[in-house]
């Protein structure tokens, strides 16, 4: 990477870690909702990736746990395992990328169990202030384990719950005006409800409502006022699959999601003032926060197609909006998947979208996947069980 490039990134970086001189630095025009922690929301699932981010109701495989882990007891393999890798700001650094291992194992009762691990590696970064001037170097890194339980609780309703380890090691062992940085780390939690109301053919209607990272906040110094919020998450989609024949299956599926995040208090350009709500902002408590995050605009929404042919070949195409005052995140994307036996590959491309800070980091990029399913029935992916 390019001294050019590593400042970009770096500048990127600290804006994360020092969210207090970012919230000052706030015109009164500006209040996006800002976390710590934000790749937890970065999709690792390239078949959903290609429906615009669509995937907590749409029928369930490996990678169910990031959007719906209760979708997983009405999986056809009993048993399947996913990778994911996306590239991250392809167009300007070849050695960013997130990756994915995620996994279920189901049982006769009507439970499942699952894990996985996200890695986000930032590539190596040139550390540098505020002012420009160059710090140390380092490899800044984050990752997520989780382990969750889900189970059917009726013949078409299950629910799941996760647990989560965070761990966000961005600038461990970094000194900046003789405070030095470490890793910040954190635990959460997950709560999933999945309805399915298709048929033996996969013909029907089926919902999910997930609420996703309800956990601590995070800090990246021993002071413990200035921790950080996790991005909590509300979310609710639904989908419908029309079957036409014995080859041909057509899912619509459309999705909302809110960020449990309060604003951060906009800058009035009084020191003194700003520093005293900023302060106030850090001492909610995370019960607090999930309250007053609803009197923000932090939303985004979604809506996704999906064509199956032959349980073998899949297109996809989305659309992905999120408001102008948070972000102003607006693509279509599409994808194909492809299956052999129990073998899946994915793919999605995000179209281009957007200039400077307002592009999206994943514009022109091609997002893999790959899918084990092992057991019985090994179309977990497209036409869920309603036994």
């Not at 800002?34 to 981010?53: C, E, N, Q, Y």
């Not at 109701?57 to 997983?72: E, H, M, R």
């Not at 009762?109 to 001037?133: H, P």
């Not at 062992?173 to 635990?187: C, I, L, P, R």
Request: proline share 4%; aromatic share 14%.
């Amino acid at each position: 990477m390019n001294q050019i490039v590593c400042k970009k990134i770096a500048i990127g970086i600290f804006l994360g870690l020092f969210v207090s001189a970012g919230a000052i630095a706030q015109t009164q025009s500006v209040n996006i909702v800002t976390t710590s922690v934000p790749f937890l929301r970065i999709s690792p699932d390239s078949r959903a990736g290609g429906m615009g981010d669509c995937g907590l109701a749409i029928s369930p495989d490996a990678n169910a746990g990031f959007w719906n882990l209760a979708k997983t007891p009405f999986a056809k393999s009993e048993n399947s395992i996913g990778f994911t890798y996306t590239p991250w700001l392809r167009d300007i650094a070849q050695d960013v990328y997130l990756a994915s291992l995620a996994g279920y194992h189901k049982f006769e009762d009507g439970g499942a169990v699952s894990a996985s691990l996200r890695y986000f590696n930032l590539g190596s970064i040139q550390f540098v202030d505020y002012n420009g001037n160059q710090l140390n170097t380092g490899r800044p890194r984050e990752f997520a384990a989780d382990l969750g339980y889900s189970r059917k609780i009726a013949p078409k309703l299950a629910v799941g719950i996760a647990l989560r380890y965070i761990n966000s090691n961005l600038a461990n062992g970094q000194s900046f005006n003789g405070v030095t940085y470490k890793a910040g780390t954190t635990v959460a939690g997950d709560l999933s409800l999945f309805y399915n109301g298709l048929s033996e053919e996969g013909q029907g209607f089926a919902w999910g409502l997930s609420i996703s990272n309800l956990g601590g906040k995070i800090g990246y110094t021993d002071d413990a006022t200035a921790k950080d919020f996790i991005p909590a998450n509300l979310g609710l989609g639904a989908a419908y699959s029309w079957v036409f024949d014995e080859t041909s299956k057509f899912t619509l599926a459309a999705e909302v999601n809110k960020l449990l995040v309060p604003s951060i208090p906009v800058a009035t350009g009084d020191f003194t003032q700003d520093s005293a709500s900023l302060a106030s902002y850090h001492s909610n408590s995370v019960f607090q926060s999930w309250f007053k995050s609803f009197s923000n605009n932090a939303y985004t929404g979604s809506v996704g197609l999906e064509y199956g042919y032959n349980d073998q070949f899949f297109a996809r195409a989305g659309y992905f909006y999120e408001p102008k005052d948070q972000g102003n995140r607006q693509f279509f994307s599409a994808g194909v998947g492809l299956r052999y036996e129990s073998v899946m590959l994915n793919f999605s491309y995000l179209a281009p979208a957007g200039n400077g800070i307002t592009r999206n980091p994943l514009s022109n990029t091609l997002r893999f996947g790959l899918t084990f399913d092992i057991g019985a029935g090994s179309n977990s992916g497209n036409e869920p069980s309603s036994e």
